[in-house]
Nanobody, 122 residues
């Protein structure tokens, strides 16, 4: 069974830091682009950061210089290091990956984590 399990969310003060993790488990042949999204109450979901299988990264303007996306291929895990947190970063954060799953012939799937809540408040 293919799963994405997120962890690392919680309550942090403005200016503080959190690190989110998203681990893929199951029968995976290859992982392609990995992304972090977030959705605040009453707002649309937005892309926060992405990393390709080749290591290229991209960030939304509001988090550039504060957030860093990285990966550990041996653990099939992607991370989002969040520094200098602001109240407007408060949201449920979701990871998403495109994968080739199962055994040959592989199935190309978009898979989502369950979400982890980040609250930034003094």
């Amino acid at each position: 069974q293919l799963q994405l399990v997120e962890s690392g969310g919680g309550l942090e003060q403005p200016g503080g830091s959190l690190r989110l993790s998203c681990a893929v488990s199951g029968s995976i042949f290859k992982i392609y682009v990995r992304r972090w999204y977030r959705q605040a109450p009453g707002k649309e979901r937005e892309l926060v950061a992405a990393i390709t299988s080749g290591g290229s990264t991209n960030y939304t303007d509001s988090v550039k210089g504060r957030f860093t996306i990285s990966r550990d291929n041996a653990k099939n895990t992607v991370y989002l290091q969040m520094n200098s947190l602001k109240p407007e970063d408060t949201a449920v954060y979701y990871c998403k990956s495109w994968v080739l799953a199962g055994t040959a012939p592989y199935r190309y799937l978009e898979v989502w984590g369950q979400g982890t809540l980040v609250t930034v408040s003094s």
